[in-house]
């Protein structure tokens, strides 16, 4: 009966449905829904926690590198270039979904770059660390120290990133 119903109604035409059908995939789920989800204390503690910790443990893998000064300013220079391009990357990333939800188009070429300059940073520094001559425990130290900076990048990234967005939507309901 309520199916019989919904076939009668005046509203119910073929390119009506089709246009509510097109606005309801431009408009994301729940957006009538008016409320900022934050993420909680504890969590943001932990993300910084994380993250001073993992840069805690880079610097001193690095300030007690065994070799040359070359070799420690290298690993340096490979380590803040790895975090630099983590941050661009993330950006990138949060911004390609942003302007496909918009139906916007993104620079050519872009997604490539940060792409690029993420693989270089990573495969230089991982080249880097696995061409130097330095106890293989200590290597390893290095090798997840690095990770781990990494992995902390990407979290902080989100979190600040969603902070961000959450202080934005306040904004914008009037809060």
Known sequence: MV??????????????????????????????????VRDTRAWQVQVWVSFALAVFLCAVGLSWLPGSPLDRAFMVMGYVFCLSSVFVLSKAIRDGEQARRDRQPETPFWRLVVWGGF???????????????????????????????????????????????ADLAERGLGR
């Open 3 to 36: 199916a019989t119903d919904n076939a009668n109604r005046s509203d119910n035409t073929a390119p009506e449905r089709a246009e509510r059908h097109e606005r309801a995939e431009r408009e994301p789920r729940g957006a009538h829904i008016r409320w900022v």
């Open 119 to 165: 693989a270089v940073a990573m495969g230089l520094t991982g080249w880097g660390l696995a061409r130097m001559d330095v106890n293989p425990a200590y290597r390893a130290y290095l090798g997840v120290s690095w990770l781990y900076l990494v992995t902390t990048a990407f979290t902080l990234a989100k979190t600040l990133r969603d902070r961000f967005e």
